[in-house]
């Protein structure tokens, strides 16, 4: 079974970054789970991680749409400036209790985004993209 290196979460929501972070250990499907409750913080760090260390980038980001100050959209602006050659090498996943079918179509109308999920995260879902995206 295949381990990703690093998962980050962007979540305004402590308990769900908990219990994601908790899935994801439990899984196996990650070695190191970073979590923002902030999209600001996240990419400032994830800036300087394509800048300074790019082989440290994430394997795998999930990312949350409604958040005070940056939203998941405008995160999405920002991370489409980062270099190409690092996040490439990067899944971007959207996981939000938001169901509006404008989301998930405006979701998947971005090329950084493999996928849209609705919370909770479980782990069918780390099974899904397992086989269908890290593999």
């Known amino acids: 079974m295949h381990t990703l290196r690093k998962v980050v979460l962007i979540d305004d929501d402590q308990i769900n970054n908990f219990v994601c972070e ?3 250990k439990s899984e196996n499907f990650a070695e ?3 979590c923002y409750e902030w999209a ?3 990419l400032q760090n994830l800036k300087a991680t394509a800048q300074e ?6 394997d795998l980001i999930f990312l949350d749409i409604n958040m005070p100050g940056m939203d ?7 991370y489409r400036e980062l270099p190409e050659e690092v996040t490439r090498k990067c899944c971007l996943f959207m996981l939000s ?3 509006d079918r404008e989301d998930i179509i405006c979701a998947k109308q971005h090329s950084e985004v ?4 609705s919370k909770p995260l479980s782990p069918e879902i780390l ?3 397992r086989e269908d995206y890290v593999l």
């Open 22 to 24: 908790t899935i994801i």
């Open 32 to 34: 190191t789970v970073v």
């Open 40 to 42: 600001e913080q996240a």
């Open 53 to 58: 260390a790019p082989a440290e980038f994430p």
């Open 72 to 78: 998941g959209w405008r995160f999405l602006e920002e």
């Open 97 to 99: 209790s938001a169901v």
């Open 114 to 117: 493999k996928d849209f999920f």
């Open 127 to 129: 099974h899904y993209i």
